[in-house]
């Protein structure tokens, strides 16, 4: 089913044969004819993605990450190749065999950081980009996600919405990326509705989804009445749960759309650019302009964002999430990213915003 | 008190059986297997490919119950091959089970690939009917795991033909000197310990959820087997134990929700701490079947 798409005579050679032709330049001039003949019959760039143990199908992280692989295939022409890691023994072999045959190794996930710096230090001519997590090897690109950000404004919208004044978190395993969102969530609750309550739950696991419809059940025998799952499949389950309590019950997602398990469920989505971050590397090193390195993406770079597709969340609160949008992308609220943070973190009212953003979003003019 | 008698709510009650009806079934037909003499580490593998079929057949015809049936097929279909390995070709029976949970998570993810046209898990399909408990809601197959049980321990000690099953257990030598057939009852045994590890995953992709994930059995095959050991081999037993987990299980789920300021790596822990503390306190004399493992002398 991957589709191969045939590279036109003008596409962008890889960076392998980039090499190549810089170090046949001198001899151009005398057999021009054969370096034009060998870049026309150059085979399309490698993009292989490794995804973590949750693997694709979680409806989430990976499958996002999938969905910016197959744009790039669309669009930029790339070979697109996907390895599934198993347990985490399969990382290192798994990076292994996509340095080996691709031009782009993707390490999806903070929970392959170590493996893919050990893979990129023995295979330091090759590309590497590494979602969620910075590693040190210097040819591997770390982008992270500012999804405290992200999470900040579904708390807005989560903590404005609850009628029980009760809200809960159903976490994968406790790592930074899931604890950002869960951080940023709670602050985003806190500042709009100081009453209301957060539960955060982990579950221990990416793909048990059996596992987070009980954690979700438990949270809302709780009294709690919108759940935010962060926890790749196992948050599938948190649909289900929300479905078996009836009208009333909300999910929000994260990292991507969920509608496809419950659109009548899903409250709002906390979205993370999973996709365009694999799409705009393979577009690097398409273009031989790939460079490794720390990028953070956040509302500002349009990394994260809230999404309400099915119209659920009403239009002053929506207008109130602009605001509160517009706040943290101005630098006025910094929202907290770790536990450490949101201990000292001081919930701004929607009264204390600054009042410039009357019209939120339409002129949002770029800060100063 | 208010607080102590609300935590003991009807809600952690059906937490618990949601948790053990899976393990409840994988572990009556593990018990079923192992009395029978066949070491039955194949569970997670058959669970996975009823939790698959059942979820591919609900799809396919639109109808759970169809779907079920499906499940429960493949599941007997996946125990005729361990069956075939680990009794007729007398392979070891530990690697012929290792192979079958390789080839349950390989081939179910392979399929869901071919069928679906996408990776890791089927989409939405119709789900068995459940029915309300006192505000929560169990599916139809929870009462049905727990009734597997009474069946189970009829069958073992009040039929003949269990009795002879438990002999090809305990010496399949001694049994086949007394005209036993001892593959054909361990063959038996195995295909029902495939219909109930079926029904098992059956019940968590169309009972318990919507839905067939890559891997979604996570284990439960394995805790199960687990339970027939802490159950000393007995169906009641083996009940107790899979209550247990389950219990702690909702245990866990319950103060998770309930936001103590407990690190949540013990109550993630809380359900394996309570089964270890349980398995050291009360399993002193654990008996396994003598004849475990052991190949019938012809077949």
Redesign the interface.
Known sequence: ?SPRFKTASAAPASRRAVLKVAAAAPLAAVFGGVVVGRLGAQEPVVVTMVTDTA?????NF??LA?RGLDRAAAELGIDPR?I?S?DAAAYIPNLTQAAEQGDLTVGVGFLLTEAITEVANQYPDDNFLLIDAVSEAPNVAGVTFREHEGAFLAGVVAGLMTETNTV?VVGGI?IPPVIRYAVGFEAGVTSVNPEA?????????F?????G???T???Y??G?DIAFPVAG?TG??SF?AA??QGEGFWVIAADADQS??GAEQQLAVAAKGVDTAVYALSEQVVNGAFAGGEQSLGLAEGGVDLLNPGGFVPEEVMAIVERYKQAIIDGAITVPADEEELAAYTPTAPDALPAAAATPAAGATPAA | MDAIVGFF?V?LLT?TL??AA?LVFAAMGGLLSERSGVTNIALEGLMLLGAFAAAAGAWFTGNALLGLLVGVLAGMLGAVVFGLWAIGLRADQIVAGTAINLLG?GLT?FL??RIW?????S??VARLP?FEVGG??LNVLVPLAFLAVPVVHWVLFKTTGGLRLMAAGESPRAAESVGIDVPRYRYAAVLASGLLAGLGGAY?SIG????F????T?GRGFIALAAVIFGNWTPLGTLGAALLFGFA??LR??V????WPIP?DLL?ALPYLVTLLAVTGLVRNSQPPAGLGKHATSD
Do not use: H
């Open positions: 089913m693997g694709l199908g979680d409806q990976n499958d999938k996907v599934e198993r809960g406790a309550e957060v539960i955060v739950a982990y579950a221990d696991s793909s048990d989804p059996a596992l419809k009980e954690l059940l438990a949270q025998n709780q709690a499949a599938i389950g289900d479905k078996e496809q398990l | 709510s809600a937490a949601r948790s899976p998570l993810a869901v690939q046209n996408q990776a890791g898990g989409p939405s459940s929560s809601t968590l318990d959820l919507s839905q994930t890559t891997n979604m996570a299980q909702a789920f319950q998770q929700a309930l936001n949540q993630i």
